[in-house]
């Protein structure tokens, strides 16, 4: 399967596990990836705290990390596998709260998120983050199926960054 998804600390009410593998397989495929694999982990803030400390220096939860396995001395060993994208869903849960929106769509956007950066995107300037701001939401549409433009509104704003954070 091109998308192993684990869920730590859960289950997480308001995330339906398959549903956001569906929509993951699909985010793969409208990247031009689906023979690309990908693992998503759902957390809780304290394990994203521990990971935001031990690879970012950052001693506090964010909402997303992403872990390329192209990265790094042994990148060219990565074949077909992205990497991993940690979600934490409590803190996904407090944004979406904020934005008036459901965790689903929230946890949707931060898989999207940090799969472009398993792809090399980043947002380091205005040009590329208001670039990466539209792909996201690009995938995020996608991935709903048909009509899903009009189900996603809510899903167009920006959170993280690689090996992300806030």
Same mark, same amino acid.
């Given at each position: ?7 730590? !600390?859960?289950? #997480?009410?308001?995330? +339906?596990?398959?549903? /956001? %593998?569906? %929509?993951?397989?699909?985010? /793969? ?21 521990? /990971? ?5 220096? &950052?001693? &506090?939860?964010? !909402? ?11 990148? !060219? ?15 996904? +849960? +407090? &944004? ?20 472009? #950066?398993? /792809?090399?995107? !980043?947002?380091?300037?205005?040009? &590329? ?8 939401? %690009? ?10 433009? %009009? ?6 704003? +920006? ?8």
């Amino acid at each position: 399967m091109p998308v192993q998804l684990v869920v730590q !600390d859960g289950p #997480h009410t308001g995330v +339906r596990p398959a549903e /956001l %593998r569906r %929509r993951a397989v699909a985010m /793969l495929a409208a990247a031009g990836r689906a023979e690309a694999e990908l693992s998503i982990v759902l957390v809780g803030d304290a394990a994203i705290q521990r /990971l935001n400390r031990a690879y970012r220096a &950052k001693d &506090k939860p964010t !909402d997303v990390l992403a872990f390329a396995q192209a990265e790094g001395p042994f990148g !060219d060993l990565a074949g077909q596998l992205l990497g991993d994208v940690v979600v934490s869903v409590p803190t996904a +849960r +407090r &944004k979406a709260e904020a934005r008036g929106r459901d965790v689903m769509s929230e946890v949707t956007m931060l898989v999207a998120h940090g799969m472009l #950066h398993l /792809l090399g995107w !980043d947002h380091d300037t205005a040009s &590329k983050s208001r670039r990466m701001r539209r792909e996201t939401a %690009r995938l995020c549409d996608l991935s709903l199926g048909p009509g899903g433009a %009009r189900r996603s509104a809510g899903t167009r704003r +920006r959170t993280s960054s690689r090996r992300s954070g806030t």
